[in-house]
């Protein structure tokens, strides 16, 4: 059996002023983690970089470094002013797109939508990363509902044989900008919890679906999350930013057995 690859995802956001820092930024890290084997880098630049950028990434299913995108149209094609479709996204040879984050939760998008747009990536061949995650981490246990509602909502409709094409990124919205990520036992917890909804949903074999932590990641606190290899990966914002930095995640990571 394969074992599969650790997925690093830099969400950029609203961040980066010109396209030569994007390039940059991009060049810098790919110099830097070129011996990676074991982790794939996905680099989520705004949507003006991506023509500029797209020729920087490798091509196929082995390659090391990808490009995915911050957000997507729930449509495909139509009278939808500022919109993005995933069709059109393809073109850059777009592997993933975020979706449902929580930024995007707080501007106002809905269970609705986010399905939407995770079935629309879907028929463009493009990865939904599905961004599910609590406002507040109760004693009471109650965010494992709220969770659970999400993940059930935004798969809607998703077929059983697109399901290990999606990858759930897991960011407790209380830890988002924050200088300490959450404890990493409790990382685990949840991660282990969103496998067993998504076998729940669409059988045994969803349990292989990757899941991602997001959440104040920064070199110091990386080990913690993925050294007991139950996450599969991480949704980096702020450092991924930084070309040292998020290539030092890269590093740890791809050297963890």
């Not at 982790?39 to 797209?54: N, R, S």
Request: hydrophobic share 40%.
């Amino acid at each position: 059996m394969i074992k599969k690859k650790k997925i690093i995802v830099g969400n950029w956001k609203m961040n980066v002023d010109i396209l030569p820092e994007a390039k940059k930024l991009v060049s810098g890290v790919k110099k830097k983690t070129s011996k990676i084997r074991k982790t794939e880098v996905v680099f989520c630049p705004p949507f003006v970089y991506l023509q500029g950028i797209a020729g920087m990434m490798g091509r196929g299913s082995t390659a090391k470094w990808k490009l995915g995108v911050q957000n997507v149209s729930t449509e495909d094609v139509g009278s939808y002013t500022g919109e993005v479709s995933a069709r059109q996204l393809k073109q850059f040879n777009t592997a993933y797109a975020i979706i449902g984050h929580s930024e995007r939760r707080k501007m106002g998008e809905t269970d609705e939508q986010i399905n939407k747009k995770v079935l629309a990536t879907l028929r463009a061949k493009i990865s939904p990363i599905l961004c599910v995650g609590e406002q507040v981490h109760d004693e009471d246990g109650a965010y494992l509902e709220v969770v659970k509602g999400q993940l059930t909502k935004a798969l809607k409709g998703v077929a059983k044989n697109d399901i290990l094409d999606c990858v759930v990124a897991y960011e407790p919205v209380w830890a988002i900008g924050a200088t300490v990520a959450m404890n990493s036992h409790d990382i685990h917890e949840m991660t282990l919890y969103i496998k067993k909804c998504l076998r729940d949903i669409f059988g045994s074999f969803a349990g292989s679906v990757a899941v991602l932590y997001g959440g104040a990641v920064n070199p110091t606190n990386i080990e913690d999350i993925v050294r007991d290899g139950c996450v599969d990966g991480v949704l980096v914002g702020r450092d991924s930013l930084d070309v040292v930095n998020f290539s030092e995640i890269v590093r740890i990571v791809e050297e963890i057995k």
